[in-house]
Structure formats: C-alpha cells, structure tokens
C-alpha cells in the first residue's frame, strides 16, 4: 500500500510538472529573403549611394521564434536588412493575423546589416533618387509574414534555458566611435527544447554594427550573423535567430581596436574581410556555448505583452526632403497632432537651392514591452527600440560635454536601470528604423563640437532629432512600469 501511494504521488508529482511545461509552447522558422541580383540593380544599403551588389556571398534570412505562454502567442521575427520602416511592419502584421489569427503580437527588427538591399530607399543612385525595389519589397513583407505564420504553426510544448555573459571578448569585440565611450557588452540568450531535448531555436541578444566588410564589398552578405547563426545551427541549437541590441555611438566590428587573431595565419585578421566577419561571428558562437553551460531553466506561466505607439518629433531636414521626393515610396508620412499630414513646401538648403520638404510635426514609431512571468515574477524582459539607441540611453552614463547644443538638457532615464529581471533583452531596430537615438545632453549638430573636435560627430545627421531618445526612454519607462 505505502508502494502504491508513493507511486501515485510520484505520478501526481509528473502530472503536474508536466502541465506546467505544458504552459509554455514554441515553433521556428526561417526563409531566404536574398534578393535576385541578376534580375535588375540592386542597390546595397549602408555606407553610401549607387553601390550595385554583383553577386551573392551567403543569403539573407529571416528568422522568426513563436512563443505561447498561456492564451498568448508571441512572434518573434529577425531579418536581415538594414531595417524595415514602421509602415511595412503593420503590413506584415496584417498578413500574419490572416494567417495565425491565434497571433497577440509580432515583433519585426533588423539585424542592420550593411550588405544588403536598400529596404528604406535612402541609397539609391543620388540622393534624391530611392534605391527601394516595391517589388521586392512587396515579397519581402509576404515572405516574413509566411516564415512568421510557419513558426506559430510548428509550436509543440517547450523547455525555456535563459542565460547571459559579460566575458571581456564582448566588449572587445565592439569599437565606439564617440564619446563618452560606452559600450552596451552584454549577450543574452534564450534556448527552446522539446520535452525530449530537440532543439527547436537559440535566440540571441548582443550588440553591434554589422558592418565589417566595409563599403567597398558589391557582394550580398548577412556579415557576422551569418556565421553566428550557422555555428550555433551546426552546434545543436537549432533554429538561430540573432537581435541586435544598442548599437548607437558608433558600436561596430570595425577599426584596429576589434583585433581577433586568426589561428590559421597568426596574424590579425583585417578590416573589409570575409575572414574578420567570421572570426567575429564564430567567437560570438562560442560564448553563446559558454553562456548556456550556466544558463537556468525557467517555466514562465504567463506573458504580459504591452505596446505604445507614440509621435516623437521630427527635426531632420535630410529626412523631411527625402520624404518629399518619394525615395521612402509612400512610407514614413508625418504627422500633426497624431494626423497625418502630406503637405509639401520649399525651403532653401546651403548648397542645393530651394527643395521640397515634408511639413508633419512628427513621426510615428512604437514600442514595446514584454514581461516573461512564473509563479508572480518577472523572470525575463523585452524592450523594443525603433532605431538605434546610444549605449549610455540603457546602460546608463550620459555626459555633458563643452560644445553641446544643450548643455543643460536632462538626462533620459537608462533603461536596464528600470527593468525588473536577470535577463534584459534589448531588441533594436525592432518594428521601425528611425536612425540614432542620441541623449539630448550629448546632441550636438552645430559648431563648435564636442570636445573641441575639428569636425562634427558622426550621428546627428542620421537621426530624427534630439527628442527621440527622451520619447523612447520614458515611453518605455511607462510601459514597464505598466503607465
């Protein structure tokens, strides 16, 4: 009898670890996305306009994760691109409801990759001319909008590993371009196994530019994610899918001072070489390994998704004009008082007369924020950024400098210091691209420069304006705090 009893607790006892393992669900996917080079020009994004790519070197993919957690169902998609803006987003979101209407929400961000297809139009053969294909661009949204849908489909019950690192290669392996020099090192990943120990996806959380095969190279390439992704897919991790974090200021794998020596030659592997962007990408797989290996198994019960769309201002002129002259084709509209507005005036510009411009006070962006929860706890979070956020706007260490342009601003709040778990996860880049998000404090676009520099940082001009990161910052705040 006593037998009997201890094997019907033992059989309870399963029963209801079972069921709570059976809480949280997961499904992956992924598709190629490569453009089709030899049907017409394509126009590569990043470093300047009128690079043509001519070949490919390995294929852009989007990878999607789907999580569901109780009645909700997260997706999860990274693609590799430059970004998407927010307008492309809400499509793709539309198609996936068609498709999985069992959907909460689906988040969109762009690993930011320079070897890929100009997706915003800002590097056509001028300037003024948009490099977008709408053809293209109209599969794109179709196929990750698919890949998406496929992931919630294939959902079996899941086993969530989270883990995070701070080893010092992380922070090596990122050069900052300006000060006040602060990094953002930190990896963080999520495993998803099947009850039996499959793999079903890896996700990973770290940040830097893409950008290391410079702007030279005409061939199509994922850069470094793509070696991340294929060392922790030929590992056992299954499905890889890489978010790219706080990449402002300017975070990227370039300069002398990312020094990986290749163990096949003994020297220093150089900048604008396959062989750097591999290294890079296969270090970052092996600390994901390491990562894992102290990594705790969670058994979230429930997920609290929530979502502000907001109006930030707009300020740059350069994006105001490529408005007006369609390089975005229809995307990215102004808006007034939360109402678009499709004005068009004339302005004088120093050096190129009197051009159209958009006259909208602001942009539309969102963001978001998901909370992970067992047993009452918040054991791992997401917070989305629509663009490229300066380290010290999440870490913390903003600074004031002689030349700001506004020397007394207040600090935006730093984001990790708010949120309330182990495992932070930054998505940048997530659901729109509105360029560098600077700390008003440090924004200086006219002379003289911070710190008496002869030249002017690098940023400004690739940013909506100084109060986007006040905008997101505390939108953030407010969502996390549940506001």
């Known amino acids: 009898m006593k037998k009997r009893l201890i094997g019907i607790l033992l059989f309870l006892l399963w029963s209801a670890t079972s069921a709570m393992g059976a809480d949280l669900r997961a499904g992956a996917a992924k598709a190629a996305i490569t453009p089709d080079v030899k049907a017409g020009s394509v126009y590569m994004a990043g470093f300047g306009n009128n690079r043509v790519a001519t070949g490919v070197h390995d294929d852009l993919y989007v990878r999607c994760l789907a999580l569901g957690v109780g009645q909700q169902t997260l997706a999860m998609c990274s693609v590799d691109l430059i970004g998407l803006f927010y307008d492309d987003v809400l499509k793709i979101r539309e198609k996936v409801k068609a498709q999985a209407p069992e959907l909460a929400h689906l988040i969109v961000a762009s690993t930011h990759v320079h070897e890929g297809p100009d997706t915003m139009g800002l590097w056509g053969p001028t300037p003024f001319q948009s490099g977008m294909d709408e ?104 499905t890889a899918v890489f978010f790219n974090g706080s990449i402002g200021g300017l975070l990227s794998t370039l300069g002398n001072d990312v020094a990986l020596q290749d163990p096949e030659t003994g020297e220093v592997a150089r900048d604008d070489t396959w062989r750097k962007a591999e290294l890079v990408g296969n270090a970052l797989g092996m600390l994901v390994e390491r990562a894992l290996k102290s990594g705790e198994v969670v058994e979230p019960d ?40 499709a004005t068009i005036a004339e302005k004088e510009f120093p050096g190129y007369g009197k051009l159209k411009y958009a006259t909208g006070q602001d942009v539309q962006t969102e963001l978001d924020y998901v909370a992970f929860r067992s047993q009452g706890k918040i054991v791992a979070e997401i917070a989305t950024v629509p663009g490229e956020i300066y380290p010290e706007l999440v870490n913390g260490g903003v600074t004031r400098f002689p030349g700001a342009d506004f020397p007394d601003a207040p600090f935006e709040p730093a984001i990790r210091e708010h949120l309330k778990s182990r495992y932070q996860f930054i998505f940048g880049l997530a659901n729109d691209e509105l360029g560098y998000i600077i700390p008003k404090a440090e924004w200086d676009d006219q002379p003289p420069w911070l710190l008496n520099r002869k030249n002017r940082w690098y940023g400004e001009i690739n940013s909506a304006g100084p109060d986007i990161a006040g905008a997101v910052t505390h939108g953030l705040v407010n969502l996390i705090e549940g506001k």
């Not at 890896?202 to 005409?218: F, M, Q, Y």
């Not at 998704?305 to 004009?321: E, G, L």
Request: net charge negative; hydrophobic share 40%.
């Open 135 to 238: 053809h293209y661009m109209d599969w794109l949204d179709e196929r990750i909008a698919t890949t998406a849908a496929q992931a919630i489909h294939a959902m079996q019950n899941a086993r969530l590993t989270l883990a995070r690192d701070d080893h010092p290669l992380l922070a090596l392996l990122q050069s900052d371009g300006r000060p006040p020099y602060v990094k953002d090192p930190y990896l963080f990943v999520m495993r998803l196994d099947a009850p039996g120990g499959a793999p079903i996806a890896t996700l990973i959380n770290w940040s830097d530019h893409p950008e290391t095969l410079g702007g030279k190279n005409t061939e199509i390439t994922a850069d470094y994610p793509h070696w991340l992704c294929q060392y922790v897919e030929d590992h056992g991790g299954g």
């Open 302 to 341: 429930s997920v609290v998704i929530r979502k502000a769309v907001v109006y930030p201002p707009m300020h740059n002129d350069h994006f105001r004009v490529g408005g007006a002259f369609g390089i975005y084709k229809g995307r990215k509209s102004l808006f007034t008082d939360d109402k678009p507005v």
